[in-house]
């Protein structure tokens, strides 16, 4: 079976039991297989926790993405910086 060129699923981690709780990691894997290469890159990253109760209550706790807020942050603030440097400057050096 061929392989797809990009490939997302999301992976229960080992149960862990803490006193009455067992916790279970969630994880989303997005694999990248390059046609005509060998390998690949593999990025996973936490989404959530799962925390089942010995009475069968489950509940799903998400894990927010600060670092990936704060590098768009990040981006927006260079783009518009870029902007108003280009404009600034480019203007400048046009007359």
Known sequence: MPRKLIESKVIAGEPIRMGRYQIVT??????????????????????????????????????????????????????IGSLILWRTFGRRNSR
């Open 26 to 79: 969630l994880i989303r894997s997005i694999r990248v297989h390059p046609f005509g290469f060998q390998g690949g890159l593999i990025w996973n990253r936490p989404i959530a926790v799962m925390i089942l109760e010995q009475d069968g209550t489950e509940r799903v706790v998400p894990i927010h993405d600060v670092t990936r807020q704060f590098q768009v942050l990040l981006l927006g603030v260079g783009l």
